[in-house]
């Protein structure tokens, strides 16, 4: 903001105020267009990225084809060389696969042998505590009956004492 010197004239200050403005007008214009060509720069490199993601992409594709195609190449050729070979080799493709299935059905097992722990150990735990209240209540069951013994006894002697007087 420009600040007014009252000893400056009025014109001056109005010119300077505009002077201030247009050039607040250019630096925006100047602001907006290297935004506006920085953005336009950005687009066109992002536009590039895509491009080369869109080729290696088809690349690895056609890779990922020559390696299966040499694989059944080698294969047979394997194949040719001894009859029995392919039969080995289709036993320990076998063996993988079912290893493969092994593998998470072991974990689910570890996982649900945890889970029967934990939850036999919280059963154990809730008996224990069932056994301990089941105690307290039969000691304060003898309590209770002692303490009605007591006082049907008192009460007997207070009856006792009413009837002799």
Do not use: C, H
């Amino acid at each position: 903001m420009q600040t007014t010197d009252p000893s400056q004239p009025q014109s001056q200050q109005m010119m300077s105020f505009s002077f201030s403005s247009q050039m607040s007008r250019e630096d925006e214009e100047m602001a907006r267009s290297a935004l506006s060509a920085f953005r336009a720069k950005e687009d066109e490199i992002e536009k590039r990225k895509m491009e080369v993601r869109e080729r290696v992409k088809i690349q690895l594709g056609r890779v990922e084809e020559e390696n299966r195609r040499l694989a059944n190449i080698r294969e047979e050729l394997e194949s040719m060389a001894d009859p029995m070979r392919k039969e080995v080799s289709w036993v320990r493709k076998k063996i993988d696969s079912v290893n493969k299935e092994l593998k998470p059905l072991g974990a689910t097992v570890q996982k649900k042998e945890r889970e029967y722990k934990e939850a036999l150990d919280t059963f154990n735990e809730k008996n224990r505590e069932k056994v301990q209240l089941l105690t307290k209540l039969m000691e304060m069951g003898q309590l209770v009956g002692e303490s009605e013994k007591l006082r049907l006894k008192k009460l007997e002697e207070l009856s006792m004492g009413i009837q002799t007087d």
